[in-house]
């Protein structure tokens, strides 16, 4: 086992016993390549928490997760899951991207498109498109 799989094992071990299916786990240049297919938010939420453990503001270069979320299809509700504050909804999907709208706690949004791992482009009630941070968001 490399010195990454050792780093990150409790996240490939929560994948495992979460049920991720076509778990893939490799490493190339330095970084450790996770991916799957989840049947549910709550398991892709329990691969993300033990990432959490690890690297509480998620901001680790050396590990790429990809768990994507089967049958959320676009137009899809989902919730906004932040623990207090609101989510903001970017013009692109990076932080460093400007604020287009936000989301309160508890709010629904719709799914546009599943564009990557980390942000999905959502629709909020008001009509404001752009891209959130998918950790927070539940179907």
Known sequence: MSTLQNKYAAVISAAQSAGVSNLQVSEQDGILYISGNASSTGIKD????AL??????YSASD???????AGL???ASLKVATEDSNLNIRQEPSTDAAIVGKAAKGESVTLVEQTSDDWWKVRTADGEEGYAYARYLQA
């Open 73 to 75: 299809a676009s137009g």
């Open 52 to 57: 959490g453990t690890i690297d509480s503001t």
């Open 63 to 69: 590990i790429n997760l990809d768990v994507q979320v």
């Open 46 to 49: 329990s691969v993300w928490n």
